[in-house]
């Protein structure tokens, strides 16, 4: 059983920074792909970053050179830094675990963007 647990979202003021965590339970880490998407209320998830096993990386072109995104396989955890934050960042961030074609969603943590 495969559990994601993200911490670290909340409300930060524009041009503010969080860091986003994720752990994740079982084996293997190493091998999954993993990635954080984000949704706001009327509109599709869409990602935001992802790491390969390898670790390449992938932004989505509005969080580029704001936001990064990094996997500690020892601790089993991935990270998003977002720096220079703003409100249409505000969302619910999802962390996610890929590995071939099966997909693995934490709960989602809320992070909001205003002054």
């Known amino acids: 059983q495969v559990q994601l647990v993200e911490s670290g979202g909340g409300l930060v003021q524009p041009g503010g920074s969080l860091r986003l965590s994720c752990a994740k339970s079982?084996?293997?880490?190493?091998?999954?792909?993993m990635g954080w998407y984000r949704q706001v209320p009327g509109k599709q998830r869409e990602l935001v970053a992802a790491?390969?096993?390898?670790?390449?990386?992938n932004y989505a072109d509005s969080v580029k050179g704001r936001f990064t995104i990094s996997r500690d396989n020892a601790k089993k955890t991935v990270y998003l830094q977002m720096n220079s934050l703003k409100p249409e960042d505000t969302a619910v961030y999802y962390c996610?675990?890929?590995?071939?074609?099966?997909?693995?969603w934490g709960q989602g943590t809320q992070v909001t963007v205003s002054s």
């Open positions: 790491i390969s096993s390898d670790s390449t990386t």
């Open positions: 996610n675990a890929r590995i071939g074609t099966i997909d693995y």
């Open positions: 079982g084996t293997f880490f190493s091998r999954y792909a």
